[in-house]
Each structure stands twice: as C-alpha cells, then as structure tokens.
C-alpha cells in the first residue's frame, strides 16, 4: 500500500549546521508530497510541497525535491538555526484518492546553539 | 481568516467514559478530515468528510469511534466507552478541495487522555 519512510530521530544538530532528513515514499498514482513541521507547542503546519516530478519546494530556507527516479523527497537546509528545533514530517497526497494524506512516524530535531 | 479551531484543547477522562471532540474548520473548506496521534508517532488518518458524499471512514480504528459533520461546518468527532489506548492528540484538519489544491490546515488539536 501506499506509504512514506522518514528518518528516525532524534536528530541532534550544532546551529549553522547543514540538515538533511531523508524520505522515501510508496505509491501508486502521482502523489503530491508535504513536508509537514511541529514547533513545540503549537499545531501542525504546512512547511512546503511538491506536486509532481522534479518539482522543488522551498520555504524558510529548506528545500526539497521530488525525484520520481528514487521515490525520495528530502528535506535539506543549509544552516539550520535554533529555532529550526520541531518534528518534521514527509507526507504524501494522491490525486486520485483526496481523502486523506499519509504521513510518516515523524523526525524531532533539535539544535543546539 | 480564523484557522481551523478545536475544542476542548485538553480533555481527561475515565476509562469507559463517552467523550465529543469538535472541530470548526476554515469558512468555505468544503473537506474536513481527523487524525490521531499518539505520542511519539505520526499522523493515522481517521476518516475525511467531503461536501455531501459519504465519508470515508476506513481509517477509523473501532466502531467506539464515529464522527458526524453539519454540512460543511461543525464536525464532532465521539469517542464511546473509552480505552486508554485512546490517549493520544486528536487533530482535525481542513482543505478547499478546488482547482487541484488539497493543501489541509490543521487545528491545534485536542489531547485526549483516558485514566
């Protein structure tokens, strides 16, 4: 069935660092892919997307590309900041299904000053 | 505009207990969806409310669990004869469902847990 796989955490990273968090995904169809951020204490909130292939998705310095090829969608920031701290999550959307997204388990990033 | 919003934020119940969660979601967002999750883990979809279809209630995990939606408004989302596995975050989110946009907003969730 359709599915994502996201790197585990905790992933532990020093400010001005490079950040990379890997997904991976399953589906049939075409999806649309999310990467989804959680600050602590706060709700879920769209960080940014890719619709289709080689697409690329950016938003407060994170990037990620659609490669249909690899089935990834990896989240990379070239210098993550302390505030860049929450739980990131890769998420898929079928067109032909809207009902519902899947996500993945989630990686909790912390970064130290 | 007023974001998805959800109420109570915090509920504690015992064990065998009914419960109702509500959701109120973007004015014109014809979808509405529910998710739990648990601590730790991500998002398990729970069934998603579309204009007048019927509702796709396939993630539901029991049938404890039922969810009803006032047209595209108010949804509540119950909880019957409470186990405390249902602990976990209830999040409700909406989408415009148009123009090939399925982007859902979430709410800030309620956290459910059963003593």
């Known amino acids: 069935g359709d599915s994502v796989t996201q790197m585990e955490g905790p992933v532990t990273l020093s400010e001005e660092a490079f950040l990379t968090i890997n997904c991976t995904y399953t589906?049939?169809?075409?999806?649309?892919l999310f990467w989804y951020v959680q600050y602590p204490g706060e709700g879920l909130q769209l960080l940014l997307k890719a619709t289709k292939a080689d697409d690329k998705g950016s938003n407060k310095g994170f990037e990620a590309t659609y490669r249909k090829e690899t089935t990834s969608f990896h989240l990379e920031k070239g210098s993550v900041q302390v505030s860049d701290s929450a739980v990131y999550f890769c998420a898929l959307s079928l067109y032909s299904s809207a009902s519902k997204i899947i996500f993945g388990s989630g990686t909790r990033l912390s970064i130290r000053p | 505009g007023a974001g998805v919003s959800q109420s109570p934020s915090n509920k504690v119940t015992e064990k065998g207990k009914d419960v109702e969660l509500r959701c109120d979601p973007i004015?014109?967002?014809?979808?509405l969806y529910w998710y739990r999750q648990r601590l730790g883990q991500g998002l398990e979809f729970l069934i998603y409310?579309?204009?007048?279809?019927?509702?796709?209630k396939s993630g539901l995990p029991s049938d404890r669990f039922s969810a009803e939606r006032t047209g595209e408004s108010v949804s509540t989302l119950t909880i019957q004869r409470t186990q405390q596995e249902d602990s976990a975050v209830y999040l409700c989110?909406?989408?415009?469902?148009?123009?090939?946009?399925?982007?859902?907003?979430f709410g800030p969730g309620t956290r459910l847990t059963v003593t």
């Open positions: 589906a049939t169809g075409y999806p649309s």
């Open positions: 004015s014109g967002h014809t979808a």
């Open positions: 989110a909406s989408s415009l469902q148009r123009g090939g946009s399925y982007e859902q907003y």
């Open positions: 409310f579309q204009g007048n279809s019927a509702p796709d």
